[in-house]
């Protein structure tokens, strides 16, 4: 469709405005107005006029709506009062948002908006919009009243639960009410960690792994040092057995600087020593004698201020050992030699201090070997930890509301660009009359409005997707299940995990395919259990595909791996599925295999090789 349409669209429906027909023009510009990449000065006067066709065909949320993508505020000023609260609370925040944040105005426009928030029953969301407006006095009731309201939390609402109650003790450290502070604390870990172990019981990663990073704020922001070791640690774990090596060994290099800056230097030692093992056996040998020499480092420091601060000398001691050990497995034998010397001037028992002594003689002339070793490129967070206590304690207020998660797009200029927010404005239309209907609504309409949620592939749409694949309708089900192959995230697994077992084949082909379009770095783990763990055969082929379009080692490796394993059934459909598509990395690893293969194993590598034009 050209911008010609999208012009005699709009004097179509202009006339049908001008003869009273209002129904009529929004339906003109329906479908014209799916040509979301159109030039601005085409698109914008076509969603005046769907605004004012809306209007006088009084469904002022949805006029309202294309006011706010407008950025009309007479429009805005006129519909406001007729529409519900958060719709007047989105209104003001549109404006805030184009604002310098703290300056009078814009802190006026939060504090209204969390007003209409209030209004509306949407705790999470006024409270959010109170600290955007630096009251925390006021948002700290807010989070209190939220968290007494989930009470005695079902088993879906622990997250939920967890996040309230540290949103409450963060607020009340920041009013200074220490003792409140503590007690939510509290509570909010008890609850994550539960929440976590839930999710890893019932295989979502993804949805733990948001628990861990709470919790390591939790200890950053309280200077709990326990709690966000616990944290930090299960969260390098989850990336580790995601196959994300190099995410995995940022977290560990961000955990060993946090530890060091709250001197808690033995921990920080330990960190350094698990990071080196990981990598080493990832092998990356200079990041893992970069992360030993740390190691060493850090005890030798460790032992000293022991000393000076006049603790047991057997504990420096044992820091002083456990230091000489590192710098001997890296070979820095003068290094070793030097500690030596320390150990034989602690004030322990004489017999030991000789022993020392006569080490130390023994490493004189010695040399330290040459040592490559490098810290990461780029070592811990250069981003920081995503407010996600904020962020997922708003989608869960939502409740899966395509309307409310598509009005949070619309009125985001900043994060958002035109055509993501002219998608979510379509979506947002298409919703309205669906989520305000008190009547059973027909499941073409609700396939619809999946369809028109698929083009945003935004992640916050991901709760929307959910919600509607609990439809009873297969028809829905498996639109969503379609749709989900556009949203590249981790997240898009969890229900295509259950979309590959529907009762209704229509579904389980739909997931197929999505799952066979999610070939991205993060999508590994997922994937791999996918083949691993699902009986149906064409979800397990579709998860192989996606696997062997996945360019990372790991990826490349498992495929190998399950090419030179298949079994005699299995045998044929690997080496057709890899022989239509697979990255460049598995053919380097396949190449590299194939001439220590024999047999069945050696034929499907030569026969995928010689697929995609290699020599073999």
């Given amino acids: 469709m050209s911008a010609v349409d999208l012009r005699e669209a709009r004097a179509r429906a202009q006339q049908a405005i001008a003869a009273g027909r209002a129904p009529e023009a929004v339906a003109v510009l329906a479908e014209p107005l799916r040509q979301t990449y159109a030039l601005e000065e085409e698109y914008s006067p076509a969603v005046s006029v769907l605004m004012q066709a809306l209007e006088l065909a009084r469904q002022p949320r949805g006029a309202l709506s294309c006011a706010w993508y407008l950025g009309d505020a007479q429009a805005v000023g006129r519909l406001a009062p007729q529409v519900a609260p958060q719709d007047r609370a989105r209104s003001y925040v549109a404006v805030a948002m184009k604002l310098k944040a703290g300056e009078p105005r814009s802190v006026d426009l939060y504090s209204r ?5 209030e209004a509306a029953g949407m705790m999470a969301h006024a409270a959010a919009h109170r600290e955007k407006a630096g009251q925390y006095e006021e948002a700290l009731p807010l989070w209190s009243r939220l968290s007494q309201a989930i009470g005695s939390v079902k088993e879906g609402d622990l997250y939920a639960a967890a996040l309230a109650r540290f949103n409450v003790a963060r607020t009340a450290r920041l009013t200074g009410r220490a003792a409140a502070a503590h007690d939510s604390m509290v509570a909010a870990v008890h609850l994550l960690e539960e929440a976590a172990d839930r999710y890893e ?27 966000a070791l616990e944290g ?34 033995a921990a920080a030692a330990t960190v350094a020593r698990e990071m080196a093992a990981y990598a080493r056996a990832q092998g990356l040998g200079a990041v893992a004698n970069h992360a030993l020499l740390t190691q060493a480092e850090m005890w030798r420091e460790l032992a000293r201020a022991t000393v000076a601060r006049g603790a047991p000398p057997e504990i420096a001691e044992n820091a002083l050992l456990a230091s000489v050990m590192s710098y001997a497995e890296l070979g820095q034998f003068r290094r070793a030699g030097e500690v030596y010397v320390e150990l034989a001037h602690l004030p322990i028992e004489p017999a030991r201090r000789a022993h020392y002594s006569r080490a130390a003689g023994r490493y004189t002339d010695a040399r330290d070997e040459v040592l490559d070793a490098a810290p990461l490129a780029e070592p811990g ?89 609990d439809r009873p309708e297969a028809e829905v089900r498996g639109a969503v299940a379609g749709a989900l192959g556009r949203f590249l995230y981790k997240r898009s697994f969890i229900t295509l995990r259950r979309a590959v077992h529907d009762p209704d084949p229509t579904v389980r082909a739909q997931a197929c395919k999505a799952v066979e379009q999610l070939h991205f770095p993060h999508a590994f783990d997922p994937l791999a259990r996918i083949y691993r763990e699902v009986n149906d055969n064409a979800a397990r ?23 030179l394993n298949a079994g005699p059934s299995d045998q044929a459909q690997v080496i057709a599925a890899l022989s239509a598509g697979c990255g460049n990395r598995f053919l380097q690893a396949a190449s590299q295999a194939l001439s220590q293969s024999t047999g069945a194993s050696a034929l499907g590598l030569r026969q995928v090789l010689q697929a995609h034009g290699m020599r073999a």
């Fill in 541 to 563: 082929m579709a998860a192989l595909r996606a696997l062997g379009l996945v360019d990372s080692d790991e990826a490349a490796e498992t495929v190998l791996g399950i090419v």
């Fill in 113 to 117: 908006a969390a007003a209409e928030y």
């Fill in 232 to 265: 930090y640690v299960n969260v390098a774990r989850i990336l580790r057995e995601d196959q994300l090596r190099s995410y995995a060994l940022k977290e560990y290099a961000e955990a060993i600087r946090f530890l060091k800056d709250k001197d808690e230097v």
């Fill in 381 to 469: 967070r250069a981003e920081g930890f995503p407010e996600v206590w904020i962020a997922d304690m708003i989608e869960w207020e939502q409740r899966g509301s395509a309307a409310e998660v598509c009005a949070d797009i619309i009125i985001d200029t900043v994060a958002w660009s035109e055509v993501v927010r002219r998608r979510a404005l379509l979506a947002r239309l298409e919703a309205l009359p669906i989520e305000m209907s008190d009547r059973p609504v027909a499941p073409g309409a609700l396939r619809s409005l999946v369809e028109s949620l698929a083009p945003t592939e935004l992640y916050v749409v991901l709760s929307a997707l959910e919600k509607l694949f």
């Fill in 201 to 227: 019981a019932i295989g979502q990663r993804e949805r733990a792994f948001d628990c861990y990073q709470v919790l390591t704020a939790i200890g950053r922001d309280s200077g709990t040092v326990e709690h």
